[in-house]
Structure formats: C-alpha cells, structure tokens
C-alpha cells in the first residue's frame, strides 16, 4: 500500500501484478523486495491462476493476466511442460517503454512479440471456457541465447507498419493452411488499444486483429484500420514480401485518395491524415492479393475471379488480339 514503507502482500505464483511506481515522490531509488522459495521441480507444476466469465461478448471474456513464475525465461511454444485448456494461442506483453503490446501468436510477432517470456514478466492470455493453465520445467530455457534452434522460414507473411516519427505500430496478415476465414483463438490475435495511434486488420465479422491469419483464397481484400491518430504525415511500410511467391500482385488501395499502390515494387506509402472522418478509421486502406500469372499475356473481364464463376479471357499476341 502507497505510501506505506511496508507490504505485506503475499504474491501468488503464476500470476500477473501491474506495479504503479509514484516515481516522483521517491527521495531514494525504489528497491522492490520479493521474498520467497524458487519455483522449482516437476513433481509439483506451477497453475497460472486464470479464471473464464461469459459477459456474451466473447472480444470482452475470458482476459487473464498471468506470469512467469520461473527463475529463467520460459517458451510459449514449448514442446512440452504447459497444459493449456481452453485458452488462445496468443500472448501480449505490455511494453511500458513504448506503451504498446507486444503480441506473439505461437507463429509470429508484432512489436517486438517472441516466444519467449522473461522471468517474473507478466503478460495476457484470452480463455476461451473454463481455462486451465499449468506449466512445469520443461518450459524453460537459457535466457541468455539468441537462436535455440532451427525452423522452417514463414511463408505467406505481410507486416505492416505504421509510422509518425519515432512512433510506430504493428499488424501481420498471414496466409496459412490451418487458419479459418472467421476469428479462431488459435491463429489469430485480437488488438490491444495503445495510448498513441493503433493499426489492425478487420475481418468482415468487425473483429481487429493485431495478427490476421487466414488460407489463401479468393475474398474480399484485406482492410486495415487506423484509430487514434492525431491530424498530420504518416507513412506505412510494407516488408517481408520475399515471403510470397513471385506470381503475386498486393496492391493497396487508398479509397480516400482514389488510388492504387503495388506494395512489392513500392513498400512505403506516405499519407495525411486530416480533420476529415474518412482519412483515417476501417475503409480509407485495403490490401488485395492475386496472381499475376500470365499477367503480361492476358486480359480477364474481371480483375478477381472465384471458382465457379464465369470469366472473359483475352489473349494478346503481337498481331491482333483474339478472345
């Protein structure tokens, strides 16, 4: 208790503290004790205390904050040591740096995100239900490596960012087998609101998600949201493209501005956000991806065509055109 020089306050293993330091009015620099044995051993795993309450809206339900209760760093993605029950696939970890979340979803990261949780970091997980969540030493790992070992490259991946200065943020689009077209726990990872501006994928059902995973098929392009954004310049930058395969055409649209960007051969696009309502919010930018195949020797009456449906092919030779 503030500003008691004394606490008694008894932590609970596994799970998450947020700490308001009154940094101002400490006449000595603040020294935390925490006392106690080290969690250790197999025999008795540590349970993240996590709890699941249904409001009936389920963006709202189930948010848990929980911790390492580890004297070592520990993976989110570990082969083995967690038991996870009715709990999403994704943690967010609150950089107080930058005041935004970090986010990992088990594949890929945003702001910094990773597998790896240091020890006594607290962060976020969504239960689905009634959660359990238990963790024992196999999950850990030296905190001091950099690569811990070999995995296979991602592919299919966009990350996007959005910049003002030196401020920035972060959103993944990302194309996998095992990832549904609706919201799903497992793949995708819902936004977490910074205090500065904040950037995210919308699915048609209005989810925002920090990390969109879907197949790849033919839909509706992939709208981005920007909220919170202050009137001025900004800039999104487009990376990991190389991910794709090189038959690829993403193209982003600007509606506000009526115009088109391809991303792969331009992958920074510098805009204004005004006082105007439709310069920034869900439908000002768009990402579309298709195939370009024979791109250069075709011409289709529809820039998008979806199986089942009807198309009207042209082909281009140096003579005379013949459909």
Known sequence: ?????????????????????????????????????????????????STFTSSGNAANDGWNLVGNPYPSTIDWNAAAGWTKTNVGGTIYVRDNGTDQFATWNGAVGVNGGTRYIPTGQAFWIQATNTPTLIANENVKVPGQQTTFFRELALTDLLRVTLRRGDLRDETVIHFRDDAKTDYDAETDSRKFNNSTFNLSSILTSGESLAINSSPFACSEPVRLNITNAAAGTYQLDFSEVETFDGDLDIILTDNFLNKTVDIISTPQYE?????????????????????????????????????????????????????
């Open 1 to 49: 208790d503030f500003p008691s020089s004394a606490n008694t306050e008894t932590f609970v293993a596994g799970l998450g503290y947020a700490l308001f330091v009154r940094g101002n009015l400490l006449t000595t620099s603040a020294l935390w004790n925490l006392r106690g044995p080290i969690n250790q051993g197999n025999v008795t795993p540590v349970t993240l205390p």
């Open 271 to 323: 805009f204004a956000i005004t006082s105007n309502p439709s310069s920034l919010g869900a439908n000002r930018f768009s990402i579309s991806f298709s195939d370009k195949a024979f791109a250069d020797v075709l011409q289709f009456s529809s820039p998008q065509i979806c199986e089942g449906e009807n198309a009207s092919i042209t082909i281009l030779n140096s003579r005379e055109d013949q459909s």
